[in-house]
């Protein structure tokens, strides 16, 4: 994926991608009162939120760990090409951050 391709994802878009990535089943259901984006995480059969990757930085802190054992030289690289400075990591936002782990793990 490069970063035209992930600017046209929509947020929700977004947020699945890195919730697969985080070890949730997502998949979407119906009710009476609305459609609505529902998980499982890793093997358990409770449906749970999916954290709010996007404005997050505690979300994201927990992807970037994962991520890190992977793929640490990819990572850093999108980070550096985003934010453009040596100081990457102490003043990317939640979405920046989200940006960088999608490039990465694309």
């Known amino acids: 994926m490069i970063s ?3 600017d046209k994802l929509s947020d929700e878009e977004i947020q699945i991608k890195l919730a697969e990535f985080d070890g949730y089943k997502v998949f979407f259901t119906t009710t ?10 890793e093997g358990t059969l ?8 996007l404005n997050d930085l505690n979300a994201c802190h927990e992807l970037e760990k994962e991520l890190l054992k992977k793929y640490p030289m990819r990572y850093w ?6 934010r453009r400075i040596e100081s990457v990591m102490y003043h990317a936002t939640a979405r920046q951050r989200c940006k960088a782990i999608v490039l990465t793990i694309a």
Do not use: N
Request: with cysteine; glycine share 4%; charged share 40%.
């Open 4 to 6: 035209e391709e992930y």
């Open 77 to 82: 690289g999108y980070c550096r090409r985003l």
């Open 46 to 53: 409770k449906e749970k939120p999916i954290p709010d990757y």
């Open 32 to 41: 009476e009162m609305c459609d609505r984006l529902v998980a499982q995480h």
